[in-house]
């Protein structure tokens, strides 16, 4: 592979969503939980978005989740970025939704609620959380 691509835009990290970006760069997944409620929710912010509570910890993620939408972006609006791709928003199942892309099969082949695991990519100065099919965790049926 070549590495003459552009370098698609970046993660703008802030005080809230450093540690998310920072986990990331070791390969880890990590949500806001709020330590009043339970609630596990991204993007990590001030306080907690369901009861407001200021008490908040790290919420571990598996990388496990599922496809909720999806749209396939034929047309390239960044060199860095070239067509087609799938941006996706995942269900992970620790209860938070994710704005990712899908990767590792053909955009045609995703589905809604598609079983996938999370694949951190390189780009740029950052490690970014994609996502790719998974098998199903046990036999639904
Ligand atoms: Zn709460």
């Not at 005080?15 to 806001?32: G, H, I, K």
């Amino acid at each position: 592979m070549s590495d003459a691509a552009p370098t698609p835009p970046q993660p703008q990290p802030d005080a809230y969503t450093q540690p998310f970006w920072d986990a990331c760069q070791r390969q880890s997944l990590e949500a806001a939980r709020c330590e009043d409620c339970g609630h596990c929710f991204l993007p990590p912010g001030p306080c907690c978005p369901q009861c407001w509570s200021a008490e908040l910890s790290v919420c571990p993620l598996s990388g496990r989740g599922r496809v909720y939408s999806f749209g396939i972006y034929r047309r390239s609006y960044h060199p860095g970025l070239p067509a087609p791709y799938v941006v996706a928003l995942v269900e992970l199942e620790e209860g938070p939704r994710l704005v990712s892309n899908v990767v590792g099969c053909m955009p045609e082949d995703v589905r809604i609620d598609m079983p996938l695991r999370v694949r951190f990519e390189a780009s740029g100065e950052f490690v970014l959380p994609r996502f790719e099919p998974a098998e199903e965790e046990g036999a639904r049926r």
